[in-house]
Structures are given as structure tokens and as C-alpha cells.
């Protein structure tokens, strides 16, 4: 069963000054989850965690994981600002940007960020926009479909990212050329895997590339950066990874592969998003029409533009009515928001308790690629993110949009005349 981090009697509480819909995370779940993490790598010296800003752009949170030890990965402008004000710089910021416009390359190499190449023609595009670093990292993509035994997990050979084995073989000779002196390899074959076998089947996989560009240029990387894509448990039924079966994975490849090679000192990083905050994060809203139609629906105060997973990829997220966790879940509803939209929905055909306007549902699993995927759709406004505090205490991170937010960037909209 999935257990919320918030009781009832907190969030009757909070809501008197934060009304709802908003986001709310766990520190202390983050910094347990991120000490676990660390403590499974701690067999590799140089292992780092650059947490992937893209799935929770918000200071607060990159400092909460700085002190635990994290860098960040940045692919934008913005993430890159965003890291900076955080005092995350230099060695502690991977920038792994695709399609990555010269101004954004510029920034990068301004705050030393490890730079991350995702294609063989970026080279001169970097040298001529501001020059090859002394330390850069490829990403490799080896085409074809990632499985694990008979699982097809994801489809490499259709992905945008990445060079082919002979580009990036070619790639380091040609930064080596160029002045560079230290590199690294970046790979993210697959996405929200729940399976140990995840990390170290991909690190195998570069590892013997690793073990190739070694053979073929006389590089020894110096950094191997297995990316993001480990996953969480959205639906109960699953069981979590766990964590420290998959440090070992790797560590058991890494003693069978790299170490034999010549290759022991090499660190590896990882860019986790998903896995570092997804499960620390609720979206809560209060259930405030209800619809008995062709089928039963609750319309919530949140919608897609809170939380855009269920509309766009069908996922699903859990749902806990709060104070109702004992009650017997014989209603079958659709949870829907209000945008008009029919996919505006963050659940179809759920069996929950039985719902009354007024209570208050949490969303599960929000924490990671949920507030940050927001739009402003129909007009909507975004929501608030409060940070719960390890000592109970509630700090608001984000405050909601308002509609002056909104209408900010049309030119003289407040002058208007009729
Ligand atoms: C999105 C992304 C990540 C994080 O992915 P998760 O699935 O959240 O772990 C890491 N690295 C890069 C380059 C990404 O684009």
C-alpha cells in the first residue's frame, strides 16, 4: 500500500495558509534518499550525483541536495542560471543539452561546467562559439533497442540523443586535437526503469566502449556518467529498486570490465531526477464538484496544468483520500481537473473511498516531472510548492502564479481601453 508523507490533521493545518492546489515535499525523505544513494556508490572514489534540474527546478530543493552532496545537470539557460544562484559552479554542474544553442554553450563554459557533447558537429560549434574545454564528456548512443533479457526497455536507434560508436570514437580524437585533456562518457538508454538490472546492464554496455575508445585513441576516460532512468514505483503493486543491489550491480561490472582494462579510476556519476524526488513529492487538491453523468466523476481544484503526467502519457499516479486511507475503496470515479480538455484527467475508472466535496486528495509520485512540467493552459495558473521541513515546520518554496504573473509578458495589456 502506498502511504502518504503528510497525515490529514497536517494538511488541515497547512491549508489555512496555503490553500490548495499545491505541491508539498519531503526533506526528509530526499536526504535519506539521497544519503542511500550515495552510500551504494561509496566503492567508486569519485562517484557523484548531478540531480537532474529539469524534473524540479526549484533553489530550495538543489540546495537541500547540495548539501547532501549533489551537483546539478543542467540542459538550458535558465537551469544553468538556476545553479549558478544556488552557488552550484565549475566541476558541480554537467551541462547535457541537446540541439544547445551558442549562447547556452557560452554560460556553460563561463561557470566551468562539464560539458557534455551530444553530437560529432558540436565540436566546431563549441570551438567557434567559445573555444573546447580542457574537460568534456560524449554522449554515446548505440543505436538499435535496449533490452534487459527479453524485455525491450527503450528504443535507443529511434532517440534524437547521442553519437554513434564510430562518431564518438572519433569525437575524442578530434577534442584530444583540439587541447582537450580529460574526458568522460554520458549514456540515458532508458527511462523510469523499475528494475535492479537497469544500471548495470547500460553500465556493461559502456564500460566495453569505454574498453574500445581506450584501445583506439589511447584515452583513458577519466568520468563514465550512467545518466538518469532509474525509476520509481508509480502503482502499487510494484516494488521500489533498490538501490544498494543496483551500486553493486554496477561495482560488479566496473571490477570485471574497467579494472582488468587499466580502467579502475574511473568515477562514476550519475544524473538522477525522477529517482532522487518523484516519491518525495505530493500534489494536493480538494475534490470540489462531483458529476454523475455516463460515469462518476470528482472534479479536483488541481488540473493538468499541475501535474501533466496522467494527460500526456497516460501515466498513472496514485491517489490517497486523505483521512479515508482505512475506509473500503468501492467507488469507481473519474478524477478529473478542469481544463476542456477530456484528458484533463488524473485518474480514470479509480476505485477510492467514497469521496465528499470538500476532502482532500493527494496525488502521489509528484515530486519529479510533475510541478515542472506545468503550462498555462486554458489560462490556468500554476501552483505553489511548500518544502515540508525535517522538524514538521511548512516553508513555501514557490508561491502560486497570479493572474498579473499571467498576463506579464503582453505588452500594455493593463492599459487596454474598450
Ligand atoms: C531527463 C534527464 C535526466 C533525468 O532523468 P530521470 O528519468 O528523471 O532520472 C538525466 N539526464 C538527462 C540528460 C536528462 O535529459
Not at 48 to 77: R, Y
Not at 237 to 246: A, F, G, L, S, Y
Not at 274 to 286: C, E
Not at 380 to 397: C, F, P, T, Y
Request: proline letters at 5%; aromatic letters at 10%.
Amino acid at each position: 500500500m502506498k502511504k502518504t508523507f503528510v497525515t490529514k490533521e497536517q494538511i488541515d493545518e497547512i491549508v489555512k495558509t496555503y490553500p490548495t492546489p499545491f505541491h508539498i515535499y519531503d526533506e526528509k525523505g530526499i536526504r535519506e534518499n539521497a544519503r542511500r544513494l550515495k552510500e551504494a556508490f561509496s566503492w567508486n572514489k569519485g562517484y557523484k550525483e548531478f540531480f537532474a534540474v529539469k524534473a524540479t527546478p526549484n533553489p530550495t530543493i538543489l540546495k537541500v541536495l547540495k548539501e547532501e552532496g549533489c551537483g546539478t545537470d543542467c540542459s538550458s539557460l535558465t537551469e544553468l542560471m538556476m545553479s549558478e544562484k544556488c552557488g552550484i559552479t565549475g566541476r558541480e554542474i554537467m551541462f547535457s543539452s541537446n540541439d544547445t544553442p551558442a549562447e547556452e554553450f557560452e554560460l556553460a563554459a563561463r561557470l566551468g561546467a562539464t560539458i557534455n557533447l551530444d553530437d560529432f558537429t558540436h565540436i566546431e560549434f563549441l570551438k567557434k562559439t567559445c573555444g573546447i574545454p580542457k574537460r568534456i564528456s560524449c554522449r554515446f548512443n548505440p543505436g538499435g533497442v535496449f533490452s534487459l533479457g527479453t524485455d525491450i526497455m527503450d528504443n535507443p536507434g529511434d532517440a534524437k540523443y547521442g553519437m554513434t560508436k564510430p562518431q564518438i570514437i572519433e569525437a575524442y580524437k578530434k577534442l584530444k586535437e583540439y587541447g582537450a585533456e580529460e574526458f568522460g562518457m554520458h549514456a540515458f538508454l532508458a527511462s523510469n526503469t523499475v528494475t535492479n538490472e537497469y544500471y548495470p546492464t547500460l553500465a556493461k554496455i559502456l564500460f566495453e566502449v569505454a574498453v574500445e575508445i581506450k584501445e583506439a585513441t589511447g584515452i583513458s576516460l577519466s568520468f563514465i556518467n550512467l545518466s538518469g532512468g532509474i525509476g520509481i514505483p508509480y502503482t502499487p503493486d510494484k516494488e521500489p529498486n533498490d538501490i544498494k543491489v543496483i551500486g553493486e550491480g554496477v561495482k560488479k561490472v566496473f571490477e570485471e570490465v574497467l579494472v582488468p582494462a587499466g580502467l579502475s579510476d574511473v568515477s562514476i556519476y550519475t544524473e538522477l531526477g525522477r529517482y532522487m524526488l518523484a516519491p518525495y513529492g505530493h500534489l494536493i487538491t480538494k475534490a470540489i464538484h462531483e458529476k454523475h453523468t455516463h460515469k462518476e466523476y470528482i472534479g479536483v481544484d488541481a488540473c493538468a496544468v499541475n501535474l501533466m503526467r496522467p494527460a500526456m502519457y497516460g501515466a498513472y499516479h496514485h491517489i490517497t483520500v486523505l483521512g479515508k486511507e482505512d475506509k473500503p475503496c468501492d467507488h469507481k470515479y473519474d478524477v478529473t481537473g478542469s481544463l476542456c480538455e477530456n484528458n484533463d484527467k488524473f485518474a480514470i475508472d479509480r476505485m477510492l473511498p467514497e469521496i465528499e466535496m470538500g476532502d482532500i486528495l493527494a496525488i502521489h509520485d509528484t515530486g519529479a516531472h510533475g510541478f515542472a512540467m506545468g503550462y498555462n493552459y486554458n489560462g490556468k495558473l500554476k501552483s505553489a510548492e511548500l518544502l515540508l521541513r525535517e522538524d514538521g515546520s511548512v516553508l513555501q518554496i514557490r508561491r502560486a502564479e497570479t493572474p498579473e504573473d499571467y498576463f506579464a509578458t503582453l505588452e500594455g495589456f493593463w492599459d487596454l481601453k474598450v
